[in-house]
């Protein structure tokens, strides 16, 4: 069945570091792949998406790319702020058009 | 701007009280989903509506029951609430295309 295994938390940076979370997942066919971000007290929002093969999502200067040869979406970003701190969810979009998602990774930046 | 609200932010209810969560968004949304969220386990779809008066089971719908009479209004109903339904609860609509879902900003449900 479909799955996303992102990596487990806390990811704990300084600011200005560079940010991997990584994510996985196991679909059949080509599913749409979002990176939702949950900040202190707030629900979800969603954070970029790619719909195909190569595309690159990009938002709030996070990036994720859609690697098909690898079944990966990266969640990159070049420096990173207090602000930055949240929990981040991949997710794919399934056939039958639910949302499965990860188990989260917190991140914690620490001025 | 799009707007999901759930009618309390924090519940603390005894075992076996019937309890009843509320959300609205006023986007017009056809899609409307229930989620909990409980660490280490990400979001778990409890139950979704893809119209009113319609529902699906997800994968976690044990437990739970909901009603949606109205396409803004989506009700998630404990029958009798036990302590293995504390956790945080999620409200989330989306458009026909399901491309993108908008949450409210949750509640968090204590049951004693």
């Known amino acids: 069945g479909n799955s996303v295994t992102q990596m487990e938390g806390p990811v704990t940076l300084s600011e200005e570091a560079f940010l991997t979370i990584n994510c996985t997942y196991t679909?059949?066919?080509?599913?749409?792949l979002f990176w939702y971000v949950q900040y202190p007290g707030e629900g979800l929002q969603l954070l970029l998406k790619?719909?195909?093969a190569d595309d690159k999502g990009s938002n709030k200067g996070f990036e994720a790319t859609y690697r098909k040869e690898t079944t990966s979406f990266h969640l990159e970003k070049g420096s990173v702020q207090v602000s930055d701190s949240a929990v981040y969810f991949c997710?794919?979009?399934?056939?039958?058009?639910?949302?499965?998602w990860g188990a989260g990774t917190k991140l914690i930046i620490k001025p | 701007d799009v707007k999901v609200t759930q009618s309390s932010r924090y519940l603390v209810k005894r075992t076996g009280e019937k309890v009843f969560l509320e959300c609205v968004q006023d986007m017009d949304h056809e899609n409307m989903f229930w989620y909990r969220q409980d660490p280490g386990l990400g979001l778990r779809l409890i139950y979704f509506?893809?119209?009113?008066?319609?529902?699906e089971k997800g994968d976690i719908p044990e437990g739970y029951s909901v009603s949606r009479e109205k396409k803004e209004r989506f009700s998630l109903i404990l029958e009798s609430a036990s302590t293995n339904q504390t956790s945080m609860y999620l409200c989330?609509?989306?458009?026909?295309?399901?491309?993108?879902?908008?949450f409210g900003p949750g509640t968090r449900l204590l049951v004693l």
């Open positions: 989330a609509s989306s458009d026909i295309d399901q491309e993108t879902q908008y």
């Open positions: 997710a794919l979009r399934s056939s039958n058009y639910q949302l499965i």
């Open positions: 509506s893809y119209d009113v008066k319609m529902k």
């Open positions: 679909a059949t066919g080509y599913p749409s």
């Open positions: 790619a719909t195909k």
